[in-house]
């Protein structure tokens, strides 16, 4: 075995090109008026799985209000729940209410930026630099790639 005065020394290889090379991680919309922007990540959105729950503000900040009439629509529900008298049914009714609560969050989480996205398109906005190979494959998992005026 060479002592360490005898080894020679290589260069650790860079890493610069799978940066380079690597996916964006979100897509900036642009109103049509062009003085509004909206960047919207790709994967798991958090903000959606933790807090739609809160009578849905983060869904209509998102511009998605038919979701958050949803969330507010459970909470009806669960406020209505409460002052019905069903006996037996009751827990039930609530263990019920709580799975729908939390298979929604779990799908807004999954397919939230997804759903914002297309609301996006859907107000007109447009996806900027949307030649980039990354933001194509974003826009094409989301299933807008081939509308609007890019």
């Known amino acids: 075995m060479p ?3 005898e080894r020679e020394i290589r260069p650790r290889p860079r890493r610069v090109a799978a940066a380079a090379a690597s996916p964006r ?3 900036l919309f642009k109103h049509p008026s062009g003085q509004r922007t909206k960047r919207v990540k790709l994967g798991f959105a958090w903000d959606l799985f933790l807090f739609a729950g809160f009578f849905g503000v983060p869904l209509f900040l998102r511009g998605l209000p038919n979701w958050g009439a949803t969330i507010l629509g459970l909470w009806l529900v669960d406020l209505a729940l409460g002052r019905l008298r069903l006996g037996a049914l009751h827990l ?3 263990i019920a209410l709580f799975a729908a609560f939390l298979g929604l969050q779990i799908w807004l989480g999954i397919k939230g930026n997804a ?3 297309r609301a996006c398109r859907a107000r007109g906005w447009s996806a900027d630099n949307a030649r980039d190979p990354a933001v194509r494959n974003a826009l094409e998992r989301w299933g807008i790639a081939g509308e609007g005026r890019e």
């Open 3 to 5: 002592s360490s005065a």
């Open 25 to 27: 991680t979100s897509v």
């Open 92 to 94: 039930p009714a609530e």
């Open 115 to 117: 759903l914002t996205a």
